[in-house]
Structure formats: structure tokens, C-alpha cells
């Protein structure tokens, strides 16, 4: 991510803008990183066909830090970066368990179907974003980092 600094008195929709925050390894905490996502972006002025795919995202990565991700007594972290003149947003959630990396699932066999739960939850983010991604994070963690980017079809 080299690109060139902007002039401090660069106008405010075309600053890369950053939120980070660290939330209880919770279903309030997922539903809190969903709701914090929507209101920060609305703040950066962020494009609504961007804003509800990132909402989506947001959720379904919380759920799995809170579901599968979960070390007791550490939270998880979620990371938004809007990047205005690229029309590009990086979604990072951060937690604790490093040795369950998610994958994406296809239904497969006669109880899969769309309403059953649990798998399918990626395959969600594999379509919203436009790329998706899981690293380690030392010491033994993981991020699960997603790219936005705005649709000129829309």
C-alpha cells in the first residue's frame, strides 16, 4: 500500500480514513462490529451499495471470530480502511485462534441446503468482496482481511 501522501489540506473526501476498535468475543460484540462498520462509513460518506456489502461482511467475519475464534478473555479486533480515491475498503477482523483458518463451502449432500447452518458463511463474503483473504497474526492469531471496492454497475 505505497501510495502517495496527500497535502494536509487535501480536501476530506480524498484522505484514506481508519477505524480500528476492539469488541467482547460476543454475539453483542459481532452485532456491535456490524453496527460500527455501517455508522463509521456512513460518516466517510462511503457509497450505500458499498456500505450494505460491508455491513454483510462485517457481520459474517464477526460471527466467525465469535463462533470459531474464540480464546477466552481475548477479544477480537475489527479494522475498516477507506481509501475514497480508490474507492476501495479493506475489512480486517483479528482473533485469537490461529490454528482454525475459515474456507469456503459449497453445499454438498442431502441436508445441505440454503438454510442450513454453519459452512456456507464465506462463500457469503466470497461474493460481496471482491477478494478475500486469512493470515496469520502473531502470536497466534488470524486475520481475516476482505476488499471492497465500489461497482461502477451500480
Do not use: I
Request: positive net charge.
Amino acid at each position: 500500500m505505497n501510495h502517495p501522501a496527500l497535502p494536509v489540506n487535501a480536501p476530506a473526501h480524498a484522505r484514506e480514513a481508519a477505524f480500528t476498535q476492539l469488541l467482547s468475543p460476543t454475539r453483542r460484540g459481532a452485532r456491535l462490529a456490524r453496527l460500527l462498520a455501517v455508522t463509521q462509513l456512513r460518516a466517510w460518506s462511503a457509497p450505500l451499495d458499498l456500505t450494505e456489502r460491508a455491513e454483510l461482511v462485517v457481520a459474517e467475519l464477526s460471527a466467525n471470530a465469535v463462533l470459531h475464534g474464540l480464546v477466552p478473555g481475548r477479544c477480537f479486533r475489527l479494522s475498516l480502511a477507506w481509501d475514497p480515491r480508490a474507492g476501495r475498503l479493506l475489512v480486517e477482523v483479528t482473533d485469537a485462534r490461529g490454528d482454525r483458518f475459515p474456507r469456503v463451502l459449497t453445499p454438498a449432500g442431502p441436508t445441505s441446503g440454503p438454510l442450513t447452518p454453519g459452512g456456507l458463511g464465506m462463500t457469503l463474503v466470497a461474493a460481496l468482496a471482491d477478494r478475500w483473504e486469512c493470515v496469520p497474526c502473531p502470536p497466534g492469531g488470524k486475520t481475516v482481511r476482505a476488499v471492497l471496492t465500489v461497482r461502477s454497475d451500480v
